[in-house]
C-alpha cells in the first residue's frame, strides 16, 4: 500500500510536536507542576498523552476515509496503534534503564526533569535519522527486514531467558574513559552538569546521568524502530506512533518508578513481543499475519503479563506476611 502522508500532513503533524514539545518542556517542567512527584499527577498526564494519541488515530481515520477509501483508513490507522502499542510497550522497558541510572547516581527527583528534557528531544531527533535511514535502506534492499527480524527475535529471547542483574554503571568503561578526560565528582549543585570546585571544573553525577540515558535511549532506538516495520513501512506512520510513544516518557515515568519492581513478569512480555514482531518478519514471504491478527496477539501478551506482573506481586508480599 502507498504512503499515505501529504505536505499537508507532514506540516500538520510537525506544528502539533513543537506545541507538544513546549508544554513537555516548558509547562510540565515548572516547579509548580512538576516533576510529577504525585502518582496521581504522573497518571493523569500519561493518560492525557494516550488520549491526544488516540484523538490524532481517530483524525488520521477520518482525513483518510473522506480523501482515500473505507479500506485505507481502517488499515492505517490499525497500522497506527499497533506500532503505538508497540514502542509504547517498548517504552515501558527502556524507562526501567532510566529508574537504574537515576538510582545509582543518586539523582533526586527534582533535577531528574533536566535529563528527560534533553532526552526527549534527543530521541525526537535520533529516530527521525533512524526511521528516514531505515525507510530508504528497505526501499533499496528489502532483504534489510529478514535480518531486522532475526535480530528482533534473538533480542527477544535473550530477554526472556538471561535474567539481568543491576550492573555497577560506575565501573563501566565508559565511566573509566570519561574519567580519562573530565574530572568527576559526586556533588550535586542544582541542574548543572558542570560545577567549578577549586577554580576546576568537575562533572556532576547529572552529566554521567545524561549520558547513560542518551546511550540507553540509542539502544532502545535499535530494538524498536525495527519493531514497527513489522507493522508499516509507511514513513508516516513509522514517525508519528514512535512521537506519541516518546511524547508522555517523563509522566510515565515518574508513575512506573514506584512501581518498578511491582511489573517484573511485564519485561517478559515484551520480550515475547519481540520474537513475535520477529517471527512475523521473518515468515511474511509465506504467511503474511494482518495487522488486526497482530494487534490482537501484541495486545493480549501485554495484558497477559501485567495480570500476572500483579498476581507475582501479591503472592510476595504475602510470602513477607
Known sequence: MHNIANIWMWVGFSIFLVVALCIDTFVLGKKHIGPHESVKASLCWTLAWIICALIFNAILWLDLYFTATLSIANQKSLEFFAGYLIEKSLSV???????MVFHQFHIPTIYQQRIFVIGVWSAIVLRLLLILFGVWLISQFHWI??????????????????????????????IK??????????????????????????????????????????????????????????PFIVWTSNIFAILGL??????????????????????????????????????????????SIIGSILFIFSILSIKYNKKKLQGHI
Open 250 to 295: 517523563r509522566a510515565l515515568y515518574f508513575l512506573l518508578a514506584g512501581m518498578a519492581y511491582r511489573l517484573h513478569m511485564l519485561k517478559h512480555g515484551i520480550a515475547l513481543v519481540l520474537i513475535f514482531v520477529g517471527i512475523k518478519m521473518l515468515v511474511a514471504p509465506w504467511l503474511s499475519i494482518s495487522v488486526p491478527w497482530s494487534l
Open 145 to 174: 527486514l529478514y535480518l531486522m527480524g532475526i535480530f528482533l527475535f534473538f533480542t527477544g529471547i535473550k530477554m526472556f531467558f538471561v535474567e539481568e542483574r543491576e550492573k555497577d554503571l560506575a565501573d563501566t568503561w565508559i
Open 93 to 99: 522497558d527502556n524507562l526501567f534503564a532510566f529508574y
Open 177 to 234: 574513559l570519561i574519567k580519562r578526560f573530565i574530572r568527576v565528582t559526586t556533588d550535586i549543585q542544582g541542574q548543572s552538569f558542570f560545577i567549578l570546585k577549586n577554580k576546576l571544573w568537575y562533572a556532576t553525577p547529572l552529566f554521567l546521568g545524561l549520558i547513560f540515558i542518551e546511550l540507553s535511549d540509542l539502544i532502545f532506538a535499535f530494538d524498536s524502530i525495527p519493531a514497527i516495520f513489522a507493522i508499516t513501512t509507511d
